[in-house]
DNA sequence: TGCACGATGAAC
DNA sequence: TTCATCGTGCAC
């Protein structure tokens, strides 16, 4: 095979990235709170246009179902939502407001429509912008609609497991933008590492 | 077919 | 606090 006649780019592994190792089917497969707290520190992997992009997660989103009521679930089964519904380990990507994505992760065995929103990311590497809020940070790193249902154990785009260590000192507070859900909305389902400077509200 | 309303971000 | 901007879901 010769050479690609790309410009020379960036491509060179960052020595400051360990090893990729991404994350399993069984491990969206759980509790949807437990996958939320279990994804920070990991590795969120995009590849596009020859170019690998990994950010750090450092804040995410319990969303636990059709019970609850901040849930794009809770109104049932629709084309938007029929993700959430699917099998775990699937990429749950919406347009919010007119004009910003959101990545969720879908959780749990299929049928039970529960997810966990992406909401900042720490720039590891290829990424230049902004990544502190669910839709700055699918900007940064070329995330769309066209994701939404893709296979999150697939060679673009995925998790891969972070260092894990130094243990990581883990804050819970009341989830943004979801005062319309009655008690749902204080319930303490945003996670996000504490003092990290990525996170999008502390 | 029409319309109200966001799991946001940026500006003022 | 206001506003940009448009797909979705549900009312009619």
Same mark, same amino acid.
């Given at each position: /095979?010769?050479?690609?006649?790309? =410009? %020379?780019?960036?491509?060179? =592994?960052?020595? %400051?990235?360990?090893?990729?190792?991404? +994350?399993?089917?069984? &491990?969206?497969?759980?509790?949807?709170?437990? @996958?939320?707290?279990?994804?920070?520190?990991?590795?969120? @992997?995009?590849? #596009?246009?020859?170019?690998?992009?990994?950010?750090?997660?450092?804040?995410?989103? %319990?969303?636990?179902?059709?019970?609850?009521?901040? %849930?794009?679930?809770?109104?049932?089964?629709?084309?938007?939502?029929?993700? /959430?519904?699917?099998?775990?380990?699937?990429?749950?990507?919406?347009?919010?407001?007119? /004009?910003?994505?959101?990545?969720?992760?879908?959780?749990? *065995?299929?049928?039970? $429509? $529960? $997810?966990?929103?992406?909401?900042? @990311?720490? *720039?590891?590497?290829?990424?230049?912008?902004?990544?502190?809020?669910?839709?700055?940070?699918?900007?940064? /790193?070329? !995330?769309?609609?066209?994701?939404?249902?893709?296979?999150?154990? #697939?060679?673009? &785009?995925? @998790? $891969?497991?972070? =260092?894990?260590?130094? *243990? +990581?000192? !883990?804050?819970?507070?009341?989830?943004?933008?979801?005062?319309?859900?009655?008690?749902?909305?204080?319930?303490?389902?945003?996670?996000?590492?504490?003092?990290?400077?990525?996170? #999008?509200?502390?």
């Amino acid at each position: /095979m010769r050479p690609r006649s790309k =410009p %020379a780019a960036e491509p060179v =592994p960052d020595s %400051a990235v360990p090893l990729l190792k991404r +994350l399993d089917r069984e &491990f969206y497969d759980r509790d949807t709170q437990l @996958v939320a707290r279990e994804l920070l520190g990991n590795y969120l @992997v995009r590849v #596009s246009g020859g170019v690998e992009r990994i950010g750090r997660i450092v804040e995410v989103e %319990a969303y636990l179902g059709p019970h609850d009521l901040a %849930a794009h679930s809770a109104r049932g089964r629709t084309e938007r939502t029929k993700i /959430m519904f699917g099998p775990p380990g699937h990429a749950y990507v919406y347009l919010i407001y007119g /004009m910003h994505c959101c990545l969720n992760v879908v959780t749990e *065995p299929e049928g039970q $429509a $529960a $997810a966990v929103l992406i909401r900042a @990311v720490e *720039p590891i590497k290829g990424i230049e912008d902004k990544t502190s809020g669910p839709g700055l940070l699918c900007r940064a /790193m070329q !995330i769309d609609r066209r994701l939404n249902g893709h296979d999150l154990l #697939s060679d673009d &785009f995925y @998790v $891969a497991a972070g =260092p894990g260590h130094p *243990p +990581l000192r !883990i804050a819970r507070r009341p989830r943004i933008g979801v005062d319309y859900a009655g008690h749902w909305a204080r319930r303490l389902l945003r996670f996000y590492i504490r003092g990290n400077p990525f996170v #999008s509200r502390a």
